[in-house]
């Protein structure tokens, strides 16, 4: 569809978007969520990073029905092109690879594309993470795809819930430490600063243990949480294993016995598009904070 080019900051870049995207393709569940959540699906011709449909919230897997599936794991060139997209939305680590799909190749063939905000870590320098990182990337992709309306109108909503939360917790003093389990055993894969679950801690009156780490989704050591013992332990949920598997491993490791968090039994479910940049980030925030000060914010 034609229309005036509009520019775009996209990891410190000017993009130009010269048209309005007809036949999109999303990579990653918290994307594909964010691109439903703007009832986008008009415009989807596939999408990929997504291993069950089960994952997503029960509104938006009939929208799923009648569009190719493209892979379960890594963006495939040629099971891309196969469905001639005009557009791609994922992110640095979720789809878009150095030496593999990167939207310099894509637009070396025509293609145009968007990267998430928080995983321009991966490429750029940045200052933090945060909320309106999510915001910001509803905001232009209603921008790009030229349902502005649609899109601050979400995003306003959103806004109204989160200062709700923060307005709740504004004369908290104490912060809980929090620590983030995605995944392992021998080492955990956990969240620095530049991660999206630092940024709901931070909401949610909490500390990430590891705030001080200029990482995103990182490896950490298991010395290092004994040491920096979390009162609360957020269980990223993302099948791999399963929550009750991981919950039954933090309980059964020796070396965390003493550790607050799990002499207290406190662990917190998130699901993984719940914990990575998308449309239920402050949601889950509301649960967070709830759990960290339940008598300052209420379940809706």
């Not at 200052?127 to 990337?137: H, I, M, R």
């Not at 705030?211 to 050591?221: A, E, F, P, Q, V």
Request: aromatic letters at 8%; one cysteine or more; hydrophobic letters at 40%.
């Amino acid at each position: 569809m034609a229309r005036a080019p509009i520019t775009v900051e996209v990891c410190g870049q000017s993009v130009v978007y010269d048209k309005v995207p007809q036949r999109a393709v999303t990579h990653g569940i918290n994307i594909t969520e964010m691109f439903l959540a703007l009832g986008l699906q008009d415009r989807w011709a596939g999408y990929g990073g997504l291993r069950d449909i089960k994952r997503l919230p029960a509104e938006m897997r009939p929208l799923l029905a009648h569009v190719p599936d493209l892979s379960n794991q890594g963006m495939n060139l040629e099971t891309l092109l196969n469905v001639q997209p005009d557009f791609v939305f994922s992110g640095w680590a979720y789809g878009f690879r150095p030496g593999q799909i990167t939207p310099a190749s894509l637009k070396e063939m025509g293609i145009a594309s968007y990267v998430l905000t928080e995983s321009c870590i991966r490429q750029v320098q940045r200052e933090k993470v945060s909320l309106e990182d999510t915001f910001n990337d509803l905001l232009n992709l209603g921008r790009i795809f030229d349902i502005e309306a649609r899109a601050e109108k979400l995003v306003q909503t959103q806004r109204q819930q989160l200062q709700q939360i923060q307005d709740a917790l504004k004369d908290v003093d104490y912060r809980p430490k929090v620590f983030v389990f995605d995944s392992g055993t021998d080492i955990p894969v956990t969240t620095g600063r530049f991660a999206m679950p630092q940024a709901m801690i931070e909401a949610a009156g909490g500390r990430n243990i590891f705030d001080d780490l200029d990482s995103s989704w990182m490896r950490g050591n298991w010395e290092d949480v004994i040491a920096r013992d979390p009162d609360w332990i957020v269980i990223v949920d993302d099948d791999r294993p399963t929550p009750s598997g991981k919950t039954q491993f933090l309980l059964s490791k020796p070396e965390l016995a003493q550790v607050k968090a799990i002499r207290e039994k406190k662990l917190l479910r998130l699901e993984f598009a719940e914990a990575t940049p998308g449309p239920r980030n402050v949601a889950a925030v509301q649960r967070l904070a709830h759990a960290l000060h339940p008598e300052k914010v209420a379940l809706p």
